[in-house]
């Protein structure tokens, strides 16, 4: 099995930061591209920012400049380093990898974290 555990949301003011991470754990042979998405209320789901496995980055618009993603890969572990936030920033934040598994019969496949909430009071 594989687990994707974020940590690291909260509440936090108007232009204050917060740094989320997500740690995967289980039986991994390798760990691809990782990600962070959100999803606010009555919202679809949207992505934040990616990095692949060789730390290509990758920012929606309103993140850019604001949010950073980086990864350790000893740790098998993605961070975002979040800036400047905004009341719009509030979501729940979900990690997302693709991951070979160590039963390589079944391939790449993506996992999902169970998410961390983010709130921004203005």
């Known amino acids: 099995q594989v687990q994707l555990v974020e940590s690291g949301g909260g509440l936090v003011q108007d232009g204050g930061s917060l740094r989320l991470s997500c740690v995967a754990s289980?039986?991994?042979?390798?760990?691809?591209?990782m990600a962070w998405y959100r999803q606010a209320p009555r919202k679809q789901r949207e992505l934040v920012a990616s990095?692949?496995?060789?730390?290509?980055?990758n920012y929606v618009d309103s993140a850019k400049g604001r949010f950073s993603i980086s990864r350790d890969n000893d740790k098998k572990t993605v961070y975002l380093q979040m800036n400047t936030l905004k009341p719009e920033d509030t979501a729940v934040y979900y990690c997302?990898?693709?991951?070979?598994?160590?039963?390589?019969?079944?391939?790449?496949?993506?996992?999902w974290g169970q998410g961390t909430q983010v709130t921004v009071s203005s």
């Open positions: 997302n990898a693709r991951i070979l598994g160590t039963d390589m019969s079944f391939g790449y496949q993506y996992y």
């Open positions: 289980g039986r991994i042979f390798s760990l691809d591209a």
């Open positions: 990095i692949s496995s060789a730390g290509s980055t």
